[in-house]
Structure formats: C-alpha cells, structure tokens
C-alpha cells in the first residue's frame, strides 16, 4: 500500500520522512520496511490472511505527533473478487461455451 501525507495545506511530507511514519494494521503484517519513493509518497507491504476481508481490515497511521486510520477497501485501488469465486467461475465458463456454440452455428 501506498500513503502520501500532506499538511492542510496540501503540502507534502518529504522525502526523507520513511523513519518518521509508523503503520498499524488490525489485521496481518508488513513484509518490509516502509519504502521512501522519493516523490512525497510511501510504500509498504501488508500481508493479510487469505480469509479475511478488506472491509474487516483497519490500517492506522502514526507520524510525528498526528494519527489517523483508514478501511483497507475504501482506499484500496484493488478489485477483490467476491468469496464466491466458483460462481463467477462458472458464469465465464458459461460464457466461453455461448461463444463458441454461436461460431458453430
């Protein structure tokens, strides 16, 4: 996951800053240390249980003497298909033979 801290006024915070920011996940742990990207943006790993949801996962963030937190799914750019991956499996399946049958005839 990627943060980019900014002040009220929109500025941001570095680079130069990776040691001064602290995450806290509810769930799961960071593979590596926080990357500093050199453009005012930080970069880190989480990993997280097969089993669990993004809706379910809260990541705080400390720096300096200010903390917020965010839902990992209200930010996350990423589309997580749904648990019920088997349907969806199946309706592609479906799909694919649709074609096919529709060229043959």
Do not use: C, Q
Not at 27 to 54: M, Q, W
Not at 60 to 77: C, P, W, Y
Not at 85 to 95: F, N
Request: proline fraction near 6%.
């Amino acid at each position: 996951m990627t943060v980019t801290p900014r002040d009220a006024y929109e500025n941001y915070l570095g680079p130069g800053y990776a040691t001064s920011i602290l995450f806290t996940p509810t769930k799961g742990e960071f593979v590596d240390d926080i990357e500093d990207n050199l453009d005012g943006t930080y970069t880190v790993t989480l990993r997280t249980p097969s089993h669990e949801k993004e809706e379910d996962i809260t990541v705080g963030v400390s720096i300096r003497d200010t903390v917020t937190a965010f839902n990992l799914a209200e930010k996350s750019d990423i589309i997580i298909p749904p648990d019920n991956w088997l349907i969806w499996a199946a309706l592609i399946i479906v799909l694919v033979l649709v074609i096919v049958l529709s060229w043959i005839s």
